[in-house]
């Protein structure tokens, strides 16, 4: 098990930028998948984001490839998301997921370590 903590999230316009962070807790960090996932009320929680266990395998939604950057530290127990471009339908709450294993994975019931998320508010 995992506690995750995400920070970063704010009040940007549309064309601006963000960074999020979600910092980990425990020692084995580094054998877990990561994921940015994000949701709106009344919408199911969408994927966003996957990076493997060394970072050397990313995977983006087609919603924001080229505009959303994926990375992680395992030095630090971090995982970053670097949003770039941002839109009005990028408004969310942004969270972060862990999954032991080294498979990237893109569904939400398969990682069971969650952060209590952080609100992405872009103004048009």
């Known amino acids: 098990h995992v506690q995750l903590v995400e920070s970063g999230g704010g009040l940007v316009q549309a064309g601006g930028s963000l960074r999020l962070s979600c910092l980990a807790s425990?020692?084995?960090?580094?054998?877990?998948?990561m994921g940015w996932f994000r949701q709106v009320p009344w919408k199911e929680r969408e994927f966003v984001a996957a990076i493997s266990w060394s970072g050397g395998r990313t995977y983006y939604a087609d919603s924001v490839k080229d505009r959303f950057t994926i990375s992680r530290d395992n030095d630090k127990n971090t995982v970053f998301l670097q949003m770039n471009s941002l839109k009005p339908e990028d408004t969310a709450v942004y969270y972060c997921a862990a999954t032991p294993g080294r498979t990237i994975r893109t569904m939400r019931y398969e990682y069971n370590n969650w952060g209590q998320g952080t609100q992405v508010t872009v103004s048009s």
């Open positions: 425990g020692r084995t960090f580094s054998s877990y998948v």
